[in-house]
């Protein structure tokens, strides 16, 4: 357990609505990533950041955006939710000392 | 370029039976290589870990890995199958990037099936 929540755990909403996941720890780390989770494809980075206002996109960045205003929170945006973000959303931390990354609980996002 | 390939995307034993998950991977160096374990309707958590201090990493539940540089493969191994062992299975490989944030390159996953 690497002390890491995600908010909501679930979530339903309609196109074109704006959607904003919350990634929380409370370890102090400086690396949070953001994972979408969709069948067949294993894990893939959406964004990550590498400290309080820096971040940076991972392969399927298109449609969404980040905010981490504090070391704790990492925020991650639909702009403009579409179907094909209907997924599982994962927020993970990396623990420098065993660069190794840990992951939270998830949010599952259904876009209608 | 740093891939990973599951060789199974499903796999079916029966309790008390050995397990067999295979990982290839692709690497331009000696790399890390993990395994995460995701039981239904839960979060990813860290099975077992290569950096390269031994070929056979011990992991939790009584699952190992064995590192093989010549066949490019950490099979993931457990000598007999638990019902709780039912689950998915990813075979992880970082890609370093600038600043060490170590992008992780993951397998398309293994659904292991346990039968009483």
């Known amino acids: 357990d690497a002390g890491i929540t995600q908010s909501p755990r679930h979530k339903v909403t309609e196109t074109g609505t704006p959607v904003t996941l919350r990634c929380h720890q409370t370890?102090?780390?400086?690396?949070m990533y953001w994972y979408r989770q969709d069948p067949g494809h294993g894990l893939r980075l959406i964004h990550y950041?590498?400290?309080?206002?820096?971040?940076d996109k991972g392969e399927v960045s298109d449609g969404y955006s980040v905010s981490r205003s504090k070391t704790e929170d990492f925020l991650l945006t639909l702009e403009s939710a579409t179907s094909s973000q209907t997924s599982v959303y994962f927020c993970?931390?990396?623990?420098?000392?065993?660069?190794?990354?840990?992951f939270g609980p998830g949010t599952r996002l259904t876009v209608l | 370029a740093q891939s990973v390939t599951q060789l199974d995307s499903h796999v079916s034993v029966s309790e008390g039976t050995p397990v067999l998950l295979r990982c290839n991977y692709s690497?331009?160096?000696?790399?890390?290589l993990f395994w995460y374990v995701q039981h239904p309707n839960k979060g990813l958590q860290l099975l077992l870990k290569?950096?390269?201090?031994?070929?056979l990493v011990k992991g939790i539940n009584g699952f190992e890995a064995e590192f093989k540089k010549s066949e490019t493969s950490f099979h993931l191994t457990k000598p007999s199958a638990h019902m709780s062992d039912a689950a998915e299975y990813f075979c992880?490989?970082?890609?370093?990037?600038?600043?060490?944030?170590?992008?992780?390159?993951f397998g398309a996953g293994t659904r292991l099936a346990v039968h009483p």
């Open positions: 950041s590498y400290g309080v206002k820096d971040t």
């Open positions: 690497s331009s160096y000696s790399p890390s």
């Open positions: 993970a931390i990396k623990r420098e000392s065993t660069d190794t990354q840990y």
């Open positions: 370890e102090n780390h400086r690396y």
């Open positions: 992880v490989v970082p890609h370093p990037g600038s600043g060490g944030y170590n992008k992780l390159i």
């Open positions: 290569y950096t390269s201090a031994a070929t």
